[in-house]
């Protein structure tokens, strides 16, 4: 019996095992074609979605300014931080490059927020986002001029066309923004 029932739960194991992974279902943006977000066998977790912008604005706060461009903006359900979900059931990620202009321009990823396709404004505090990030993470630094900086910044929202990417200064003034 004993013979039997081992190799009969290992079975049942394995079997269960198989059937409860699955991939994720693909998220559409803007009407690009779905990625998969398959793994490539590291353990970061993968792009649901993503649309490349390519758009480049000068962002200037008072005497200090930077080109900032939205590199592409997708979509996750996890962070770095495993286990943090997000509250909206996705994290929208914005890739972005800076390079500074004039006096010395401050990244932070908390000037990054999103307004919806409602106008509802989601800043990077709410939600599950302060609790995880997006690798690389947009560095938190003053860029002299021609000095770069380049990462991400996530905000827990739900993406859908009509949205936007808003870059905020310390005084939550809206200083930019890019359609999506």
């Known amino acids: 019996m004993r013979r039997v029932l081992i190799p009969g739960l290992l ?12 991939a994720p279902t693909p998220v559409t943006v803007g009407g690009n074609t ?4 398959e793994s490539s ?3 970061k977790p993968a792009a649901q979605s993503e649309k490349k912008i390519g758009k480049t604005i000068t962002v200037t706060d008072d005497e200090d300014s930077a080109l900032v461009t939205l590199v592409s903006v997708a979509t ?19 890739d972005l490059k800076i390079e500074g202009k004039t006096g ?11 307004k919806t396709a409602a106008g509802k404004t989601v800043k990077a ?3 599950m ?10 560095p938190l630094k003053d860029l002299a001029p021609g000095e770069q900086a380049h990462g991400k910044a996530l905000v827990d929202a739900t993406l859908e066309p009509g949205a936007q990417m808003l870059w905020m200064n310390a ?3 809206q200083l930019a923004s890019w359609d999506l």
């Not at 079975?11 to 699955?22: D, E, M, N, Q, W």
């Not at 996750?76 to 914005?94: A, N, Q």
């Open 11 to 22: 079975a049942v194991l394995l079997f269960s095992g198989a059937c409860a992974t699955s």
């Open 129 to 138: 986002a302060p609790a995880t990030g997006a690798d690389p993470e947009l």
């Open 76 to 94: 996750i359900k996890e962070g770095t931080t495993p286990g943090i979900k997000p509250r909206s059931g996705t994290f929208v990620v914005f």
């Open 125 to 127: 505090t709410d939600g």
């Open 41 to 43: 066998g590291d353990t």
């Open 104 to 114: 010395k321009f401050s990244t932070n990823s908390l000037y990054v927020w999103m």
């Open 34 to 37: 779905p990625a998969t977000g």
């Open 171 to 173: 005084m939550d003034k």
